[in-house]
């Protein structure tokens, strides 16, 4: 009877799972710490696993802090078509010639603003403007952004006097130390009319009001009909919680922060793309 009973939790397991793989119609990528490895590259296994979702006709998109350029680059590794989630969801751009395209950006003044701010404090920003890197001045805080290998970086001068327009989001770098109390100071300072993130532990990323990677892909899965619980969505730190909690399977890779894990309805048991890849294999 024992045996019975082993068998029929197997058989029961494994329905469950097919029935799951049979209803996920997009799977939505964080980038950094998520898709690729430390090094930037991908995971031989999810790329694989990837070309086979696409051949399925399975949705695939990114949803990442990166600038569009750095996005699209690895979207087209592995031939994504979907448009992608960028600027955590400020921007939303497709890789085909005139294809989608919406911008959400930081107003003008709020931008000025956070400018004021950064000089007041004595905070490093960057801000971003036609796919390039705006800094007053180049340095080592510029330096250690990952986005600097596929897109130029411009020295301005004083933002203050400089012809800004509006920016898909603006970044502070500073000691991981320090971070949670610059966000009560801009929250002090604008109240609720930002939206704040951080993909790596020591930067302040600051896009509009109720721009995130969760709202960019509704945006996303209503051009292609697909409902909230047809997605997954795989990421690894705090600008990834709402997308997850959004999703109808929310996922933390193995090396996600503890609080990503928390709200996770599945924790990956392998780290950065090995772990995409056995998201995989197990709900697609």
């Avoid at 990528?29 to 696993?49: E, H, I, V």
Wanted: net charge negative; proline share 5%.
């Amino acid at each position: 009877m024992e045996l019975v009973w082993q068998l029929l939790s197997i058989h029961l397991d494994f329905y469950e799972e097919r029935s799951f793989s049979m209803s996920y119609k997009l799977l939505a990528l964080d980038l950094d710490n998520t898709l690729l490895y430390k090094d930037l590259t991908m995971a031989p296994a999810a790329r694989a696993g990837l070309r086979r979702l696409l051949d399925r006709g399975i949705l695939v998109t990114l949803a990442t802090g990166r600038m569009f350029p750095s996005a699209a680059f690895y979207a087209r590794q592995v031939g994504i078509t979907c448009p992608l989630a960028t600027y955590n969801g400020a921007l939303i751009r497709s890789t085909q010639p005139g294809g989608y395209e919406l911008l959400r950006p930081l107003s003008l003044e709020t931008m000025k603003g956070i400018a004021a701010f950064c000089r007041k404090h004595g905070y490093y920003v960057q801000l971003y403007n036609e796919d390039r890197i705006l800094v007053e001045k180049r340095t080592k805080e510029t330096d250690i952004d990952p986005d600097l290998i596929h897109n130029p970086v411009v020295e301005v001068g004083d933002f203050s006097s400089y012809p800004l327009s509006p920016s898909p989001k603006m970044i502070l770098v500073v000691s991981p130390e320090e971070r949670e109390t610059i966000h009560r100071q801009l929250w002090e300072e604008f109240g609720d009319s930002l939206t704040l993130a951080a993909s790596k532990d020591y930067l302040v990323e600051i896009m509009a009001k109720d721009v995130s990677k969760a709202s960019a892909l509704e945006l996303i899965c209503r051009r292609y009909g697909v409902a909230p619980d047809e997605v997954v969505c795989c990421g690894d730190n705090s600008n990834d919680a709402a997308m997850i909690k959004w999703a109808g399977l929310g996922v933390a890779v193995e090396n996600a922060s503890p609080a990503v894990k928390e709200i996770a309805d599945y924790v990956a048991t392998k780290s950065y793309g090995d772990g995409v890849a056995e998201v995989i294999a197990k709900f697609f």
